[in-house]
């Protein structure tokens, strides 16, 4: 089993919707998170020469700083 990633946040979406309620994120532009790169959202892109890492809120493990 993979260990997991660390990598920062450099953009957010409007959160997730929960009924006809959307649900803010917790998650903040900066912040160092934790996350499974194993986890059935997590996408890996380049763009511009530049590796990406596209992941649900739900599938961050924890924020680190």
Same mark, same amino acid.
């Given at each position: %089993?993979? %260990?997991?990633s660390? *990598?920062?946040?450099?953009?957010?979406? $409007?959160?997730a919707?929960? *009924?006809?309620?959307?649900?803010?994120?917790?998650? %903040?532009?900066?912040?160092?998170?934790?996350?499974a790169?194993?986890?059935?959202?997590? #996408?890996?892109?380049?763009? #511009? *020469?530049?590796d990406?890492?596209?992941? %649900?809120?739900? $599938?961050?493990?924890g924020?680190?700083?």
């Amino acid at each position: %089993k993979e %260990k997991p990633s660390r *990598g920062r946040v450099i953009a957010l979406g $409007d959160g997730a919707f929960d *009924g006809d309620e959307r649900v803010p994120m917790t998650v %903040k532009v900066d912040d160092v998170v934790l996350f499974a790169k194993w986890a059935s959202s997590a #996408n890996e892109v380049k763009i #511009n *020469g530049k590796d990406y890492v596209l992941i %649900k809120e739900t $599938d961050i493990l924890g924020i680190l700083e």
